[in-house]
């Protein structure tokens, strides 16, 4: 094989590697950038969190894996500014949702929501044991981009690798070795130009 197409191929090996490893590391980093506590709003049995226009509502999560009964058994309230603890159109604030498993984190329970209908300001809770309250939304979307940005870097070194080992494979099929020529001279007789049998 041509020289130019060994040194082609590894060039394409090299930043195929490159590409191949970046793009997992941003993959990987989508699964576990979100960290629930890390993240939370409020993290006890009472506290408060303000809701805003920048908020996608809020969820509730317990620490550990825990069965539906245990799940009903949680009291959350949680009240406005006034004290009450509904909205008059959209109706309570805390909705508990042992069933769905909408949202599962490892080491952690979902339990219920806090909708982003309702109006911005700041809310008391009142727990029978400690919760984390945390907006998923905005989280898991700041992630996602941290992740889709580093998996993006690894794209063009891909794709870059991908062409590089197709040219390589088109060189290495193309060329040819240069074969090495021999020059025969006899003493009073011309010379005598001949190639070399490849070794």
Known sequence: MHNAARATLAIGGLFTIVGIIVLALGIGTAASAFDLEENAEMIGSSGSFTSNDDDWGFEFFVKGEISESECEGISVTVT???GSDEDEFWGAYY?????SGAYEYDGYTYIGSFSIVH???VYNVDASREVIVVDTAEGTGEALAGAGLAAFCGMPALGCGVLFLLLGGVLGLALKDKQNVQVTHSP???SVLGQQPPV
């Open 95 to 99: 909705d508990e949702d042992c069933y």
């Open 188 to 190: 009073g007789g011309p």
């Open 119 to 121: 109006d911005n300001g």
């Open 80 to 82: 406005d500014s006034t």
